[in-house]
């Protein structure tokens, strides 16, 4: 049958105490609803519908890449309603998937398979055994097991809260058969809400086979609804994220500390030091060690290339054996050839660096190219910026740039070119001589230090 996802997704969110609303609290640096969306993905559906409501404009603005079909409810008046609103865009044929905005960890896995158990005829929940099911509506069976009914905690009497088994809130059902049912229900319940749960009832009622995945592990249907479970979500990601990683051989130190965010691929034998943070399209080659502290965004990092501790690197490719940091900045556009060496409080952008060559110390070099074996002394910055434009600089292999170099671009250094310490460098200099810009050093003679003079207060 044809998949059409719903995810409810315009609750409030009353208990995160914040002005974004629910869905758009971060996790792992992204929306919580994106990771719904994204998982939702994951099983081709023919349409993702998003029922929102809070935060309006702001949660479709946060989505805007995605091809999504926004449903608006203005008024929150329970899930059932919530779904219903979806229902007119959805053919009788199609199985709806409902999911929730705020139930983020879910695994496309538990998904496919509620998806492909449900049918014409049988409608499939997503039950889970929590140690505390306080909160949640739990799954009533009768004798035989089957399952009858969902009664919300507020509703429920004293054996039923004793009922371990709770309701997800995530479902499968036949469009056609789910759209009457949504039709046929009344608020009447301690909130006056229309419960997406009562379909359940209804469903037993019409005869239809009402069955109860349990998930796998209560961890990916904790919901979010406050900043406690935000946290606690964010942690269990994370762990599920380094497991991934050391499961296919990468060392991590300490798994509580490392953030694993985007896409990440590793070679044999990679290392993480604690509090790393990897995000976007990260690809580490074979024996990188990254360092404490280190954050990596959309990023190449060459075999046996070393980042040590505090280093941010952004948009950048680096080669293999090389050096950056302790505390290096490397921007996007940057690209290291193999050993480059990049040392403490450097900062690279948009610039090519050939084999081999270094900038060791506080230095800047943004839109240059530089060769091979270049040393590039410590405080050297290229002046890449006139106020307007951007401009480039060009230094050949074999150049050596003196500390406190100057090079105001647009601006040429040849190949083997020598530039003395201390120059501010305008035009070209020509390789392989060298080239020093800076007034002549002088001695004094006959100078004496003043003299403090004699008298009252004059000691103070
Ligand atoms: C719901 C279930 C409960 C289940 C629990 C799991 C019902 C009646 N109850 O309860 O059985 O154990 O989830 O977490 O369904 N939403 C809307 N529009 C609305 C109301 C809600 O979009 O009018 C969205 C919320 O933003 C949220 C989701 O639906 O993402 C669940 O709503 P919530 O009010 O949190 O339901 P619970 O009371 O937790
Ligand atoms: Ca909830």
């Keep these: ?94 199985t709806v998937l409902v999911l929730y905005g705020d139930v983020p960890l879910i695994k496309a896995g538990t998904l496919r398979e509620l998806v492909s ?6 409608l499939v929940l997503l039950s889970a055994r929590l140690p505390d099911p306080a909160g949640y509506g739990r799954v009533i069976r009768d004798n035989a097991g089957r399952v009858v009914r969902i009664v919300e905690e507020r509703d429920a009497n004293h054996k039923e809260k004793a009922i371990p088994e709770i309701n997800t809130g995530l479902l499968a059902a036949p469009a056609g058969r789910l759209r009457g049912w949504l039709e046929a229900l009344r608020p009447d319940n301690a909130q006056g809400e229309y419960y997406l749960t009562d379909c359940i009832g209804a469903a037993v009622r019409d005869g239809i086979a009402v069955e109860a995945v349990l998930a796998a592990s ?13 946290a606690e979500v964010e942690a269990a990601h994370r762990r599920e994220r380094a497991t991934e990683l050391m499961q296919r051989g990468v060392t991590i130190v300490d798994p509580a500390r490392v953030d694993i965010r985007g896409e990440v691929s590793c ?26 502290g280190c954050v990596l965004r959309d990023c190449e990092v060459g075999a046996d290339t070393e980042i040590r501790a505090h280093s941010v690197i952004e948009g950048a490719v680096t080669g293999a054996r090389c050096i950056v940091g302790p505390f290096a900045r490397l921007r996007p556009g940057t690209r290291l050839a193999d050993e480059v060496h990049v040392g403490n409080f450097v900062e690279v952008k948009n610039s090519v660096v050939g084999e081999g060559s270094k900038a060791n110390h506080l230095s800047y070099v943004g839109d240059t190219t530089i060769g091979r074996k270049v040393n590039v ?31 105001v671009a647009p601006v040429t250094v040849g190949a083997d070119a020598t530039i003395g310490a201390g120059s501010t460098i305008t035009k070209p200099a020509p390789a392989g001589k060298l080239t020093v810009e800076r007034s002549r050093q002088q001695v004094i003679e006959n100078w004496k230090r003043p003299e403090r003079k004699a008298g009252p207060g004059g000691a103070s």
């Excluded at 158990?117 to 049988?122: D, I, L, N």
């Design 377 to 407: 002394g410590a405080g050297t910055v290229t002046c890449n910026y006139d106020g307007v434009n951007k401009h480039r600089t060009e230094i050949g292999d074999g150049a050596f740039i003196g500390s406190g170099t100057m090079l």
């Design 117 to 122: 158990r449900a049918g014409p005829q049988s």
């Design 218 to 230: 209560a961890g990916e249907v904790l919901g979010v609804n406050d900043k406690i479970q935000l």
């Design 1 to 94: 049958m044809p998949l059409s996802v719903v995810i409810l997704a315009a609750g409030q969110g009353k208990r995160m105490a914040s002005d974004l609303p629910k869905v758009l609290q971060p996790l792992a640096g992204r929306p919580l609803l994106a990771h719904v969306v994204a998982t939702a993905r994951c099983l081709a559906p023919d349409a993702i519908h998003i029922v929102y409501g809070h935060g309006g404009e702001r949660v479709r603005e946060a989505l805007p890449a995605e091809e999504l079909r926004w449903v608006l409810q203005a008024e929150q008046k329970g899930t059932g309603h919530a779904v219903a609103q979806a229902m007119h865009a959805i053919p009788d044929g199609h």
């Design 267 to 292: 070679g044999r034998d990679v290392m993480l030091e604690v509090n790393v943070i990897l995000e976007g399209k990260v690809k580490l080659g074979d024996r990188v060690k990254v360092g404490p």
